[in-house]
């Protein structure tokens, strides 16, 4: 009986029922804390998913990136290009000649007394092309009077000649009749006279359909066909 009224007496307590408040105050902000970190756990967790997943698709890109064309290696330092070649005109003296090119030319023929106008020389320039490429100048009186090359390039249209096509073509005709039959320009392998005039003679060579070094040229002289020639067609 003595224990019954000890148990009922703290039950009237004012101070039991304070410390009873605490302890459930207590609990209660410990589990808001365990809910709380959980929660902003979860956030940290799909932010370093979105990482993951933005870099994964980082690196999806850069192998996806188009791999960039090699370039064409730039031309050797003097060497006659295709570009220089066109540039160099007829009445063009050496020196003018050799500041285009960028180097001095090798001497392969020489003919009458030097500083005269019967000075002939023929000059030959490193040319930057395929195999056996090479350029010749020849002047007279120190004036260009006639321009070759072989190997620098063929014409902008890259076109080539059938014998069908090369059938077609008459003497008399005109180098832009040629080319609408053919169907674009040729290479220039040689030119001499001033352009325009009755003397101008350009000769022009098409790759041709056919075996291996098929080809076919026209020589023009004041722009009219005055012979044509084929091989492997």
């Known amino acids: ?14 101070w039991f029922w304070v410390v009873v408040v605490i302890i459930i105050g207590a609990i209660a902000t410990n589990g808001g804390e365990d809910s709380t970190e959980k929660s902003s756990s979860e956030p940290k967790s799909e932010v370093k998913k979105v990482k993951e997943t933005s870099s994964k698709s ?8 188009t791999p960039k064309k090699e370039e064409k290696p730039a ?20 020196e003018e000649v050799v500041a285009i090119v960028g180097s001095e030319g090798t001497v392969l023929s020489e003919s009458g007394e030097k500083g ?13 092309g395929g195999f056996g490429a090479n350029a010749n100048m020849m002047f007279q009186g120190n004036k260009l ?5 072989f190997g620098l390039g063929g014409g902008d249209s890259g076109v080539e000649i059938t014998k069908e ?15 609408k039959i053919i169907g674009g320009e040729g290479e220039v392998i040689s030119e001499s006279g001033e352009k325009g005039s009755d ?19 026209f020589m023009f002289q004041g722009n009219k066909l005055q012979n044509k020639a084929q091989y492997g067609l």
């Open 165 to 179: 096509e090369f059938d077609k073509i008459q003497n008399g005709m005109t180098y832009e009749e040629v080319q």
């Open 75 to 94: 031309a050797k330092k003097g060497v006659l290009t295709k570009e220089k070649f066109e540039q160099i005109k007829d009445g063009m003296t050496y």
């Open 145 to 149: 009077i006639n321009k070759a090359q």
């Open 116 to 128: 005269t106008d019967l000075h002939t020389v023929m000059y030959e320039f490193e040319a930057d």
């Open 1 to 14: 009986m003595a224990k019954e009224k000890v148990k009922k007496s703290i039950f009237k307590k004012w």
């Open 199 to 217: 003397i101008h003679t350009i000769m022009i060579q098409y790759n041709g359909k056919g075996g291996l070094g098929a080809n076919a040229n």
């Open 58 to 65: 980082a690196d999806t890109e850069k192998k996806t990136e």
